[in-house]
């Protein structure tokens, strides 16, 4: 577990959140402040800050973030209107909580990145 990561702490009911799913390697909530009517977080339990701190032993974990995310939308109904999949990546690139999670975004018309 990361030193008071908010996540870590989701992951072990430290911290409530409105969990939708887990297994063994993932866990998936609603965002605490959603900006479109589907706004999920797929995270790994094992705790990584950022996608820079990633290495060859998780190799696989990209893709079962984003199989999972597939899965959700799917369950939300909104895999053929469409949804985004984002991970941002330290201060520019808009993360603030490090540990590592993949957004789901769906819902709504999506518009501009960036
Ligand atoms: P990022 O800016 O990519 O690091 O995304 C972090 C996301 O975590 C934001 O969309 C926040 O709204 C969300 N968030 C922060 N705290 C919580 C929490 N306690 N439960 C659920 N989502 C959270
Ligand atoms: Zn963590």
């Keep these: 577990m990361g ?6 702490k989701i992951i072990n009911r430290e911290l409530p ?7 063994d390697e993932l866990v ?3 965002d ?3 900006q479109a009517p589907t706004h999920m977080l797929i995270i790994p339990k094992k705790h990584i800050a950022t996608v820079n701190d990633l290495t060859d032993a998780e ?3 990209p893709g079962k973030l984003i199989l999972r995310a597939k899965a959700i939308a799917s369950e939300k109904g909104i895999a053929e209107t469409g949804y985004r999949l984002i991970m ?3 201060e ?4 603030t909580v490090f540990h590592v999670h993949l957004h789901l975004l769906g819902g709504r018309q999506l518009t501009h990145l960036g």
């Design 32 to 34: 605490i402040s959603p």
């Design 88 to 90: 941002n990546c330290n």
């Design 28 to 30: 998936a909530f609603n």
């Design 17 to 23: 959140a409105d969990i939708v799913f887990e297994d």
């Design 3 to 8: 030193a008071d990561c908010l996540f870590c």
């Design 92 to 95: 520019q690139g808009g993360q």
């Design 59 to 61: 190799i696989d974990l």
